[in-house]
């Protein structure tokens, strides 16, 4: 008669055992799956948005109904190679955390600020915030920031270009982008350390007229 307790006493302390086991099991692949859903959507440098991300935002936004302007800035960091080439890729790392603090530091509820790869950054808005003194005032900061890597001050610029529209659709949306790329290559071209705005409405019409000419 005394068996049967024990074996009572084993099963259980078995099928407890084994519950343990498998909520540590479904607690690691839950972990497992949330920290790739994270890192899917997230640069894993910087913390901000991936590019996939941004694409699914926009296309939410962009599915939405509102009368606001939409702005898209792309920012380049200027000579970043060379930063890398003299310093290591650490130090350019540091760079590119810093830059994403800055500029979530300084933009609004309604932007969607990406990291675009590389040194590049994307900051898309739609809403009354004039995108280009947003974009200055990183500008600005960027220029005056020291990084600091082994005891050394390391400075950098932006060379940022603007695209503008009324409103765009989410087939225009890469048409849109490469108007402010665009702009970005004139803000180098300039002299770098600047910010370029286009018009999107008006480079697609100079568009449409240099394809019929």
């Not at 068996?3 to 497992?32: H, M, N």
């Not at 699914?56 to 930063?83: C, N, R, T, Y």
């Not at 080439?85 to 650490?90: F, L, P, R």
């Not at 970005?184 to 449409?208: H, P, Q, W």
């Amino acid at each position: 008669m005394l068996r049967f307790p024990f074996v009572y006493i084993s099963l259980f302390a078995t099928a407890a055992y084994i519950d343990i086991v498998l909520t540590g099991i479904y607690d690691k692949l839950k972990e497992t799956e949330e920290r790739a859903r994270y890192l899917y959507r997230h640069d894993a440098l910087t913390g901000i948005y991936s590019r996939h991300a941004f694409y699914e935002e926009l296309e939410k936004i962009l599915k939405a109904p509102s009368d606001m302007p939409v702005s898209l800035a792309l920012m380049d960091i200027d000579g970043f190679k060379e930063i890398n080439d003299k310093y290591g890729h650490n130090a350019g790392d540091e760079i590119l955390k810093e830059l994403s603090c800055i500029i979530l530091e300084n933009v609004c509820e309604h932007g969607i600020v990406c990291r675009w790869g590389g040194e590049e950054f994307v900051l898309f808005s739609r809403c009354g915030h004039d995108l280009y003194l947003i974009c200055e005032e990183i500008r600005r900061i960027i220029e005056k920031a020291a990084v600091i890597y082994e005891d050394t001050e390391l400075y950098v610029t932006l060379s940022i270009g603007i695209a503008v529209a009324e409103s765009i659709n989410e087939l225009q949306l890469n048409d849109f982008i490469n108007c402010a790329d665009t702009a970005m290559y004139i803000s180098k071209k300039d002299g770098k350390n600047k910010t370029t705005v286009r018009n999107f409405a008006v480079a697609e019409n100079l568009k449409i007229l240099e394809k019929n000419t």
